[in-house]
């Protein structure tokens, strides 16, 4: 799925009705009927109490003049209250007048704002892609009401006051901090980053028949990837496969006192489905790894506590390299060998790339395609701090361009990089995963997934991203999010893989 700026939403109506010859207040109508639906599967009438729509001057009031009078007809309790202004969209002006008289509108003045009960239902439809400044003045000094009054606020297309696709040029304007937001055919940029999570809440994105052929021609950096989608999918075993058409992969891991990051990593690759899995592990680990993943063959380091040797490299068809490493400096040694020798896909996570950071001239040597998997804290390692999400997507796609390599950066939408520049942001996974090794299991299934020869780069990380957060939405609901530890995630790839299997 694509995700749009505001400038090609607009442009994404217009071609709607044009497509499907149909007007703009057709289309405000489709669009108040999704969200009127949403609002009948969510909050009974009975139970919604008193419900107010605040309304702006432009299509997102017209949008909430609409929906006004479809809860109205469904039997909601509703009260509209108006931002005045000198002019008003056509289409307000059209919901305005077939709003029924029952419904009781006010205009919003700054003396006189509306009472609004903690908890009361408020449907927020002031502004959305159509914000061309920071809120001030009145329109303001409602949005700080509003915000104070604890009421559970649906948000139509965008929280008020909030950009779709970038940052907010004053940081000191408010924005409505909505309980859920509506969006509209697609997700926007700004509903996927943690800056705007207070703001945004819980969002859904509502299908309101917008033309497929635009969508297909927008030129986007941005996607949204999604279960469903079919380029991402894992293709069946073939009958008369056998250990090595799946590929020989070799994960370098661990140091004394983080074994735990190996095990699970192998773990990891071996539900991934790979053929065969050899880990190259350092003297202290060989009882506990031989023990707990007897599937995988085990190389010992001539050190007990880190590596410092690579081994030969002819067996394999994909390294990884990183989960519980430490830094050693035999163990940066091993690898700039690497670095410099491998000719298969490499796979780069955790203290490996602290390495990396702590000694930027290896980057150099990154053989195209790499895929790197770095969280917030370990991706700023490799490049610099960034003023705010918006600015760490541009330092992401300044860096996998510039070095040609796949970042899987980690987060609750993890955004893969590719080379070309395009940004995939995942839609799988939940807070549960929050809890250590989640990384490592994310590691060892990539790894897996890249040992695999059926499948390119972005697709094996791409598809590695998705059912690493499904597995962990699976095991989340039998364990609850808090209840959820890594090990859990390792046992329910297989069924997410399963899942995506075609
Ligand atoms: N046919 C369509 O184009 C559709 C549009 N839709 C709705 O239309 C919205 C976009 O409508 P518009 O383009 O009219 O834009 P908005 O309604 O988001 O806002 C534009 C209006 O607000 C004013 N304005 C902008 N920034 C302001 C500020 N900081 N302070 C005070 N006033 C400000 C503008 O002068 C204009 O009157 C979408 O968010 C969505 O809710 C939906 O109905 C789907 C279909
Ligand atoms: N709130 C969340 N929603 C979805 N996925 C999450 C969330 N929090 C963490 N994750 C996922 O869990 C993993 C955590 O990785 P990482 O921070 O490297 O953990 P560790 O170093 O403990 O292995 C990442 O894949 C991340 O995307
Ligand atoms: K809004």
Redesign the pocket.
Known sequence: MKILTAAQTHQLDQATMQAQNITSTELMERAAGALAEWFYGEFHSNEAGEILVLCGPGNNGGDGLALARLLHAAGYAVRVALLPTEKQSADWQHNRQHLPAAVPVAELAAGALPAIAPGALVIDALFGTGLARPLAGLAAAVVAHLNQARAHVVAVDLPSGLLADGPQPDPGAPVVRASYTLGFGLPKLAFLLPQNADYVGEWHVLDIGLDQDFIDQAATPWHFTQLADANVALPRRGRFGYKNTFGHALLLAGSRGKMGAAVLSAGACLRGGVGLLTAHIPGVGYDVFQTTRPEAMCLTDAQADFVSELPDLGPYQAVGIGPGLGQADATRAVLEELLRTAKVPLVID?DALNLLGAHRELLELLPENTVLTP?IGEFTRLTEKAHDDYHRLDLLRAFIQKHRCVVVL???Y?AVGAPDGQVYFNST???G????????V?TGLVLALRADQRLGPLHATRLAVLA??HA?DLAAAETGEAGLI?GDLVAHIGPALQALTV
């Not at 995963?433 to 490592?440: Q, R, V």
């Open positions: 955790a969280h980690k987060g609750a993890t996974g939940n807070p995963m929050g809890t250590g090794g989640s990384g490592d994310l690493h957060g962990g890594a």
